[in-house]
């Protein structure tokens, strides 16, 4: 994608994406509509239809189908720009959407302004290959959970309750206390999940051998008491160049775990997080921030923030102590990510100590 909404705009080409066919609206350098149609959705058929194209912005919205899209037509000389869908309301939030109008809208702000549509960048093909280890390994752990839950919900409704165990355990407690009369539906799934559970720590060890050839910088992340391999890998790999946020504290902005903003005049309410970015990042720091707050956490200056924040009182006042703790710990990830530092837990405890100064250099919270 290349950055050109001063760019004096011949030819602009809006693209619907859909699963088989997508549509697409050819408008001039007057806005005026020269052809309307639809094409298969297939690398071939789009080099077939775009590769004797003269140069052309094209603009349709991130998805499935995008990367590999966006891969083709820039290759072919086109100017492409890979809209924020979140940022449409005038497309997904129409009486009248269809396909061919939603074409239509993309060309049109495209030729207006590039900006409007909030462009955003694919990561490279190698980091989302990468991304899809981490993605398979979730399918198998929600995989799991839900064949576990199965068990525990259907020795229920029979007057039996399992056990307490870890998942990895789970197959071996549960099994002595499962009646005859559900053995041939139950037994079954328990040998899933006990061969999911095998597969999963398959996953685990290559995640390791891949943070460790491939990621060395994991390992500063690791320094955090709670951020895995996992979620250092899946950190890195989603945000793929630190140098992208000029302040740390975009970062949280940036993966949606910042509220959402309506301010107007002297109004200024209090709302939700955006839930912006990446659902499968977020999701791990808030697991991080949960475990940080909980019985095994370490004492830290994250813990002890949000330990403040929890003691106000009420179940709300924990949920946004936790998602707090995790926007601070996305902040500090990418800190110690772009200098390399050694992460200290209570440097600010210690700051704060009477008679104490610090001049090393750590990384903040």
Known sequence: MTDSSTKQVGV?????????????CILDGCGQIIEEGRVVTSSAAFERRFANE???????????????????????????????????????????????VDAQQLARVARLDPQLLSPIQHRSQKVRADLQLLRSRDVLVATRTKMVNHIRGCMKGFGLRVPSATTGTFPRVAAPIIP???RPSLVPILRMIAELTTRIRDSERRIER????????TE??????????????????TLEDPSRFAKSRDVGAYLGIRPKQRQ???????????????????????????????????????????????????????RRAIIAVARKLAVLLHRL???GEVYEPLRQA????????????????
């Open 350 to 365: 210690s700051l704060r100590a009477p008679g104490m100064e610090s001049t090393r250099e750590v990384a903040r919270v």
């Open 54 to 100: 003269a140069s052309a912005r094209i603009a349709f919205e991130t998805g499935t189908h995008s990367p590999w899209v966006l891969a083709l037509l820039t290759e072919l000389g086109h100017e492409v720009i890979v809209a924020n869908p979140r940022k449409l309301r005038m497309i997904f939030k129409s009486d009248s959407k269809n396909d061919r």
């Open 337 to 339: 990510w772009v200098t």
């Open 220 to 237: 500063v992340l690791r320094q955090v008491n709670g951020v895995g391999p996992v979620t250092a890998l899946t950190f890195m790999l």
């Open 12 to 24: 602009t080409i809006g693209i619907d994406l859909g699963d088989r066919h997508s549509h697409l």
């Open 180 to 182: 005859r009369n559900l």
């Open 210 to 217: 891949l943070c460790a050839e491939r990621y060395p910088q």
């Open 264 to 318: 107007s005049g002297r109004s200024d309410p209090e709302f939700r997080i955006s839930k912006a970015g990446d659902r499968e990042l977020r999701r791990l720091l808030v697991q991080c921030a949960q475990y940080m707050l909980g019985p095994f956490g370490k004492d830290s200056d994250l813990r002890r923030f949000g330990q403040r924040l929890a003691a106000r009182g009420g179940a709300s006042a924990k």
